[in-house]
């Protein structure tokens, strides 16, 4: 009983030594003697301290909270007409302020000759996001006047110009938005 215990956190420790990437096998075959040489040694010590009923609980909870985490891209539609075009939100502050908004049934504008933009109903927080830098298919939020962008040309960038997004299918429609659109959350 006392090996299998041992294996299984042999495994775990091999398991997170290799998930922090030490690119370097030879120092993980060290580790993996000197990690087996400290569970044998721990194994002793502890048999003599613990009975083996309160070890198995541990181990087996540990391994059962291990858990493979989900995506957690955020996924957004703008849908007009007959088009819809997706955008990935990024993890900034202003997008996270959006995607609390959502759904919104609004008014599209056309700005310039490479944007389109409509006013959400309250301010995006932008304490916590990056600037907008990458060119067509972003979308962002010009600060001093409180709108959303879609870009479908490039642009200059700007200190009050903050990232949410990019496009991910669709771009290719975005120049054509009029009128009233939907954004919603796509799950």
């Known amino acids: 009983m006392k090996k299998v215990f041992g294996v299984i956190f042999l495994c775990l420790a091999v398991f997170s030594l290799s998930a922090c990437g030490t690119g370097n096998s030879e120092s993980l075959a060290t580790s993996t003697t000197s990690t087996e040489e400290s569970s044998s040694e721990a194994e002793q010590s502890s048999s003599a301290e613990q009975p083996e009923s309160s ?9 059962e909270d291990e858990e493979v985490p989900e995506s957690t891209a955020r996924l957004i539609s703008v849908q007009f007409g007959e088009n819809t075009v997706v955008y990935e939100l990024n993890n ?3 997008a996270d302020s959006l995607y609390e908004q959502l759904p919104l049934t609004l008014e599209v ?8 933009i409509f006013y959400p109903p309250q301010e995006l927080d932008t304490s916590d ?4 830098q990458e060119g067509a298919g972003t979308l962002a939020y010009y600060e001093p006047w409180g ?5 479908y040309g490039d642009y200059n960038e700007n200190a009050s110009l903050f990232e949410l997004g990019q496009v991910v299918s669709g771009g290719e429609v975005v120049s054509e938005m009029s009128g009233t659109i ?4 796509l799950e």
């Open 129 to 132: 996001s990056p600037l907008a």
């Open 182 to 185: 939907t954004i919603e959350a």
């Open 109 to 116: 504008e056309d700005y310039s000759t490479n944007e389109k």
């Open 55 to 63: 070890s198995n609980v541990e181990i087996s909870s540990t391994a």
């Open 92 to 94: 900034g502050t202003a």
């Open 147 to 151: 709108d959303v962008v879609f870009f």
